[in-house]
């Protein structure tokens, strides 16, 4: 009995790593492709130097650094004010509660 079972085990191991096997040969060609845009890429980037270009791709840079700043700074802003909205909601609701019983329904409806 134990014999079967460790049987049915290696037959379900081994028909799943077939299954894997194939996975990763239907995939071979997705990354044969990956890797060719990869090596392209890194030639474009290795031809550029001092031109335009490389000063447009550095404007464009600091353009979405300063965009990023930006939205960041909002952000910040945003989450303080809404962490200190729900601190001050939480102390009047708490103050609300020691008054006044009005039950779950009429607070949160």
Known sequence: MLAEAVGRAVEGVEARLAEVQQQLLDMEPQLSVAQQAVADARREFLAIDGTAKAAELREEAESLLARMRHDVESYARLRLAGLC??????????????????GPAIISG
């Open 85 to 102: 909205w729900n601190a001050a909601f939480g102390v009047i609701r708490n103050r609300h509660k020691a008054h006044y019983s009005l």
